[in-house]
């Protein structure tokens, strides 16, 4: 069974920048297709940035588009998610999780699509 972990957050004030990390504490992500999720404090989550297995195809919610890449080192088996020009609106327990790659370049979209989920780390935008 894959299990996920996320690392990388904090506390960040407006305009900087933090990078998040997915690894696979058993398993590899290596087959999967892999999406980043924001939880805001009392909303639902939401998918912000999925990458196919290839790592050729990604994909962004708009309220990130411009600022957050997704990217994915296949020789550490780690799916990052660089995100810079952070706003308070980003504030949120962020989630990795894994899709089955029905292609190399098949890239997910909905949260019902995902099998595996991390713990989520925090991210706290804030002056």
């Known amino acids: 069974q894959l299990q996920l972990a996320e690392s990388g957050g904090g506390l960040v004030q407006p305009g900087r920048s933090l990078r998040l990390s997915c690894v696979a504490s058993a398993g590899s992500l290596d087959p999967w297709a892999i999406g980043w999720f924001r939880q805001a404090p009392g909303k639902t989550r939401v998918e912000i940035a999925s990458i196919s297995t290839s790592g050729l195809r990604t994909k962004y919610d708009d309220s990130v588009k411009g600022r957050f890449a997704i990217s994915r080192d296949i020789t550490k088996s780690t799916v990052f998610l660089q995100m810079d020009d952070l706003k308070p609106k980003d504030t949120g327990v962020y989630y990795c999780?894994?899709?089955?790659?029905?292609?190399?370049?098949?890239?997910?979209?909905?949260?019902?699509?995902?099998?595996?989920w991390g713990q989520g780390t925090h991210v706290n935008v804030s002056t």
């Open positions: 999780a894994a899709a089955t790659g029905y292609s190399s370049s098949w890239v997910p979209d909905g949260v019902d699509l995902y099998d595996y």
